[in-house]
């Protein structure tokens, strides 16, 4: 993607408009990844700002090499676990609407039911498993991205991802078969 590549040249540069681009490009998958972890819409909304004032900050210090959103996911993985550090992390009930809008591309296919049954079977997965699924099926990150972001390997990844897919199917299979 050259077009991405200059924006973030001339951004790096210190170009305002351009870093306005960025934040335009990933602003829907990195409140993604935050509202993952914090799953609280209003905190989601703080820790977004937070993020990209800590993008901004660091611009001068990514790689080009690397692949844009892999940096910035790591930005905001250490922008989270800092949040939850000094928040001691507690439950908080989950947006389907948040999911619908912003994460899931194609639900239209599900019924209403069946959508609260995939996201209280996605909600009560462990969080590495909640981040694989949404990597993989909710962004469309390739296994050797994912197996970078994560420092699994990328065999590693596809076993784990089989395996929640599996978990999940029987998960709603039960569901199926109680209505």
Do not use: C
Request: proline fraction near 1%; glycine fraction near 4%.
């Amino acid at each position: 993607m050259t077009d991405e590549k200059e924006i973030i040249r001339r951004a790096k540069e210190g170009s305002l408009v351009d870093f306005e681009k960025l934040l335009s490009l990933y602003k829907k998958r990195v409140f993604g990844v935050i509202y993952l972890h914090l799953r609280n819409r209003a905190d989601a909304e703080d820790l977004f700002q937070e993020v990209f004032y800590r993008v901004f900050r660091g611009l001068k210090s990514y790689d080009p090499g690397r692949s844009f959103f892999t940096w910035i996911y790591t930005v905001t993985l250490n922008a989270v676990r800092t949040y939850l550090a000094k928040k001691k992390a507690r439950n908080i009930e989950t947006s389907i609407e948040f999911f619908e809008d912003a994460v899931f591309q194609d639900t239209e296919s599900f019924s209403a039911e069946d959508k609260i049954m995939l996201f209280k079977a996605l909600d009560a997965l462990p969080l590495e498993e909640r981040q694989l699924i949404f990597l993989r099926y909710m962004q469309g990150i390739g296994l050797s991205e994912i197996a970078e972001m994560t420092g699994l390997s990328e065999d590693n990844v596809k076993v784990k991802l089989h395996r929640i897919r599996k978990k999940l199917e029987k998960e709603m299979e039960g569901h199926d078969e109680n209505k």
